[in-house]
């Protein structure tokens, strides 16, 4: 009787612990992400910008983020950066989908 | 230290890895140092394909709900011909339930069919829990997976299995598409299973260890190719000397999301 109390208590510990744990690393995480988004959001900027001053054959490009969200992709592997840049300048505009693996790893996803 | 690992020490031990990759395997196979009493050596071929991805196609409710299929086939030449040859398959398949984008817990079941020396196939069925976490880092993703597997073959007792891995990619910055990958993942075995010949004793059953590039072609396809070892424990209660096999085979792999 005493071990079954006890075994139903520990149960009911390891639940709780588990379900705090659980909800500390989504917000880890989301932490991580808000980060993560923020870091590659530059180099992201700076590639939009590359192409944009090529394709739009113009040297003066404003760059606007239109979204940016974290995406899994191909398993175990990394969790990309996936934005929506649009670049305009010379009364041209463009629209691109770049992905960023780490901050050095960004590349244009056609 | 091999001759061949003496050629080229001033690189690091994982380029020198893949520098081996460039050898035929005869070349390789001679530059093998002497096998220790109790060690075997083979060579071996192990291509792996493995699709996952959430079931929002399904339906949107099920986007946290993950779906994971796995195939491989490996080959040695540890044989009496010494021919490269078919001696093991594997499917796996696990339905995941996303925490995160990054944590993922995982129930699955695995089916690894090995062909022994008089062609007979033993059948090896394996129900396991996992979880999988993706650590970004400044250098690269990082991801660690624990895994306890449930063994069964017909006629035995269950074995008892926890699967330890810790996997690092890192994209180069002159091609973002090309990166690096080592991995490493450690089984240790938590019962004895002394009556076949695929589990074994308690304690250190195996350790893979995987250098080698990847190609990314978009974010939901990549390849692994490399080098792996694996070193495998082979030692029996009927053995008066502990006995490791080390197999050294070109892995290729195949990742797909969708």
């Given amino acids: ?110 | 230290m091999t001759p061949i690992f003496n050629m080229i020490s001033p690189f690091p031990s994982w380029l020198a890895l893949l520098l081996l990759l460039a050898l035929p395997f005869r070349v390789l196979a001679v530059s093998q140092p002497p096998v220790a009493p109790g060690m075997t050596e083979a060579m071996g071929l192990w291509t792996q394909v493995v699709r996952e991805g959430n079931l929002s196609p399904i339906d949107d409710s099920l986007a946290n709900v993950r779906l994971w299929m796995e195939g491989q086939s490996r080959f040695s030449d540890a044989n009496q011909t010494h021919n490269l040859s078919w001696y093991q398959g594997l499917l796996r398949t696990a339905l995941g339930y996303a925490i995160t984008d990054r944590l993922t817990v995982w129930a699955g079941y695995t089916y690894l069919p090995t062909g022994n020396s008089n062609r007979k196939i033993i059948g090896e069925q394996a129900a396991w829990p996992a979880i999988r976490y993706l650590v970004p880092t400044p250098m690269g993703t990082l991801m660690l997976q624990e895994m306890l597997e449930l063994r069964f073959v017909k006629g035995d007792t269950p074995g008892v299995r926890t699967r330890t891995m810790a996997k690092f990619l890192h994209s180069f910055e002159f091609e973002p598409s090309l990166g690096f990958v080592l991995w490493d993942e450690v089984f240790f075995n938590a019962n004895n299973v002394v009556n076949n010949p695929l589990f074994g004793l308690s304690g250190f059953n195996q350790n893979r260890a995987f250098a080698g590039l990847s190609w990314t072609f978009n974010e939901n396809t990549r390849v692994e190719v490399g080098y792996m070892n694996l070193l495998l424990n082979k030692s029996r209660p009927n053995l008066s000397y502990s006995a490791y096999g080390s197999l050294n085979t070109l892995s290729l792999s195949l990742f797909m999301g969708w």
């Avoid at chain 1, 995480?29 to 590659?40: H, T, V, Y």
């Fill in chain 1, 1 to 110: 009787m005493l071990m079954t109390l006890r075994m139903s208590v520990m149960v009911v510990l390891l639940t709780v612990a588990f379900f705090f744990n659980g909800c500390a690393i989504i917000q880890h995480d989301a932490e991580i992400d808000k980060k993560r988004l923020a870091d590659d959001l530059i180099p992201a900027e700076a590639l939009a910008h590359q192409l944009g001053q090529k394709d739009l054959t113009c040297s003066n490009i404003k760059s606007d983020e239109l979204s940016a969200k974290p995406k899994e992709g191909a398993p175990q592997g990394p969790v990309w950066s996936n934005f929506i840049i649009q670049v305009s300048g010379c009364g041209k505009v463009k629209t691109y989908k770049i992905q960023c693996e780490t901050k050095s790893a960004c590349f244009l996803n056609d």
